[in-house]
């Protein structure tokens, strides 16, 4: 019996795989000691945390309020994310992030996690997301001004 190890790179049961053209930003987060758990690598909490961060970094880089004071604004939907490798304590991380699979609500902000220092793929992860008025508690359009800071996104229906 083979034993899977990180480097087998199929130990997870979802696998997520992301168009290289689907990155619009990067930015960089340094691994905390509270980020650190039982294991002595970072837990998936804290990965959840940054991708948090990354997607508000994102948004902000691109002039995108998360809410307005018309009461629009975004909302997650769903979360999915696999782990690659382990990151440590004082590990710098780059998160790609971008977004794909546009829908007339909203659609997909995806993050690539890499360690810059061997180039390692730490973890992938998507958040679903749609536009929500949170005054009526409901779900609205996507905004054109939004949709046309990314024209190279691909659409479903």
């Not at 930015?27 to 509270?34: D, K, Q, Y």
């Not at 780059?94 to 180039?119: A, C, E, H, Q, W």
């Not at 536009?131 to 609205?140: K, M």
Request: glycine letters at 8%; proline letters at 3%; charged letters at 30%.
């Amino acid at each position: 019996m083979k034993i899977k190890t990180w480097e087998d790179n199929d130990m997870a049961r979802l696998h997520l795989d992301f168009p290289d053209d689907g990155f619009y930003y990067s930015t960089l987060m340094t691994v905390r000691a509270t980020d650190i758990n039982a294991a002595n690598h970072m837990g998936n909490e804290s990965l959840i945390a940054m991708v948090s961060e990354a997607r508000a970094r994102f948004l902000f880089e691109f002039g995108v309020p998360e809410t307005q004071r018309d009461g629009n604004g975004i909302i997650v939907t769903d979360l999915a994310a696999t782990y690659r490798a382990e990151a440590y304590r004082r590990d710098e991380l780059l998160f790609d992030v971008g977004v794909m699979d546009f829908n007339k609500y909203g659609g997909d902000i995806i993050y690539r996690i890499t360690r810059p220092s061997d180039r390692k793929l730490i973890a992938m992860a998507k958040t679903g997301f749609v536009f929500f008025n949170y005054e009526l508690g409901q779900v609205c359009g996507m905004p054109d001004d939004f949709r046309v800071r990314f024209e190279r996104v691909n659409w479903i229906d």
